[in-house]
Nanobody, 129 residues
Framework: QVQLVESGGESVEAGGSLRLSCVVSGLTYKGYCMGWFRQAPGKEREGISAVQAGGGSRLDYADSVKGRFTISQDNAKQTLYLDMDALKPEDTAMYFC?????????????????????WGQGTQVTVSL
């Protein structure tokens, strides 16, 4: 049974930092393109960044988070991370990780979003002034 389990979301004040984690089980981690996405109420699911599991291609960050968010991974733990700094109220959303075809990390975040095989249940991030 494939599982992607996100954690780390919480309510923080603007300017704060959070680290999100996505623990992957039930699949061969290195065979996938792993990405972070977020979705605010009434808005489309937005790609943040993605990386080939185990190392390799990485999709560039969305302009809205560039310079503030960092994607990383621990291959031994099959865990994907998202470090978020200088958080803004507009970062408030449900954050999801996804696993898609490995070649998706040579394309776009939209491509990965539309072709992802697996999604986690999400973790809520709320940023207040």
């Amino acid at each position: 049974q494939v599982q992607l389990v996100e954690s780390g979301g919480e309510s923080v004040e603007a300017g704060g930092s959070l680290r999100l984690s996505c623990v992957v089980s039930g699949l061969t981690y290195k065979g996938y393109c792993m990405g972070w996405f977020r979705q605010a109420p009434g808005k489309e699911r937005e790609g943040i960044s993605a990386v080939q599991a185990g190392g390799g291609s990485r999709l560039d960050y969305a302009d809205s988070v560039k310079g503030r968010f960092t994607i990383s991974q621990d291959n031994a733990k099959q865990t994907l991370y998202l470090d978020m700094d200088a958080l803004k109220p507009e970062d408030t959303a449900m954050y999801f990780c996804a696993a898609g075809p490995r070649h998706a990390c040579d394309s776009t975040l939209r491509y990965l979003r539309d072709r992802a095989y697996y999604w986690g249940q999400g973790t809520q991030v709320t940023v207040s002034l």
